[in-house]
């Protein structure tokens, strides 16, 4: 794979005019497609192109859709009998709603100008769409850059269960709207903090030539990946990265991305090595009992307490003007009894990350940093700073 930087004037001298594009495509194929790429389009973008989706037909038997908004890049192939090569931009959410809604026939697509008509069966769609001149360039990165080949898998289960506790703050210039990718030799470490929690996951993976490579990805790109990594295949994709880029790809679908620089926090020194307490607790038992006493949460504060002592756990919430709720859950807890607060949403997010039955929970005092890992040889540690109770 050659390093190809084309912009639109140039991909119009490799192929016919935009006004010659005509195809036929199953609707499942075409489908997927959009669904996959439609993720990167930006719907309100300065750029009205940027809310559209470049059709490309690059042979008679594909079809590449790009979609972009600067920061994040989607590019997927898809199959289609393709009568005129040509490429055009077409508005995403117009035609998703179309080719959703169509049944499951041959769809047709005839170009005439920047005009697409649509017909499959006795139905027909006319959509105005726009050059495909106007559509940013594309950067595909090569293997002459950064090359790592990597299990899908541990990259999917890490990205679920340490991805999810950076901030979420908008702006990619804040390093802790960031997660961590270190890769390792065997090893792929996956890290984010938001400065209240910290998530951090260990996977063992195939890294047949031993590289490493510490990366800080923009977690929203991370959680986008997360959604179309159900249409991957293959087990194993290839990383590539450069300068500030990164593109993961495997053999229908490119994501590309911009990384963030910076020094991110030092993370597993905020780790505590040894805990006073611990309580072994189910962990489908605590989500129902948060979920349930978190109907009378304080919104402004969202605090639950919890009161571990003698193998029980109390769950408080209360409001002023509302009332109070509690739930008691059986847990296996021997030490000093503990009262203790969380934002109850954080405590959440960590549970229904959690691929265990039980989990430990690790406790020095009410005001020092609590760990939570599950109770199996999963590598994952959550950590959580308590809330003071007033």
């Known amino acids: 794979m050659e390093t190809m930087e084309l912009t639109m004037e140039e991909n119009i001298t490799e192929t016919n005019s935009s006004s010659e594009l005509s195809f036929k495509v199953e609707k499942e194929v075409l489908l997927n497609g959009l669904k996959i790429v439609e993720r990167a389009t930006a719907q309100k973008g300065l750029q009205p192109v940027l809310a559209n989706i470049l059709l490309d037909a690059v042979d008679k038997t594909k079809i590449n859709l790009y979609a972009t908004d600067f920061d994040l890049t989607i590019i997927t192939s898809i199959d289609a009998q393709v009568e005129s090569l040509g490429k055009i931009t077409l508005p995403a959410k117009k035609l998703l709603d179309i080719v959703s809604r169509l049944s499951d026939e041959i769809i047709n697509f005839e170009l005439n100008n920047t005009t697409m008509t649509i017909t499959s069966g006795k139905s027909k769609f006319d959509i105005i769409g726009i050059s495909a001149m106007e559509f940013p360039k594309v950067e595909l990165l090569s293997e002459e850059d950064n090359e790592i080949e990597i299990d899908l898998k541990p990259l999917i289960i890490g990205i679920k269960e340490a991805g999810f506790a950076a901030a979420s703050y908008e702006s990619n210039n804040n390093l802790l709207s960031g997660v961590v990718c270190d890769i390792n030799k065997n090893v792929l470490e996956i890290a984010s903090t938001d400065g209240n929690r910290l998530a951090r996951a260990r996977k063992i993976i195939t890294n047949k030539d031993d590289k490493s490579i510490k990366l800080i990805v923009p977690a929203k790109v991370l959680q986008e990946f997360l959604k179309i990594s159900y249409y991957i295949d293959e087990d194993v994709i290839k990383i590539y990265t450069k300068t500030n880029k990164i593109m993961i790809k495997s053999e229908n679908i490119t994501f590309i991305s911009n990384l963030m620089n910076g020094q991110y926090p030092q993370y597993n020194q905020l780790i505590p090595q040894s805990f006073p307490k611990e309580a072994k607790v189910n962990v489908s038992q605590m ?104």
């Open 287 to 390: 989500i129902s009992s948060l979920e349930l006493v978190s109907t009378m949460v304080n919104e402004k504060t969202s605090i639950v307490k919890l009161n571990f002592s003698n193998n029980a756990l109390y769950l408080m919430a209360d409001t002023p003007e509302s009332g109070n709720s509690q739930s008691e859950i059986d847990v296996k807890y021997s030490g000093d009894e503990i009262l203790i607060a969380f934002n109850y949403r954080y405590l959440l997010d960590c549970l229904k990350n959690i691929d265990a039955e039980e989990m430990i929970m690790c406790m020095n005092t009410n005001l020092s940093a609590t760990v939570i890992k599950p109770d199996n040889e999963e590598d994952f540690i959550y950590l959580i700073m308590p809330v003071q109770i007033r």
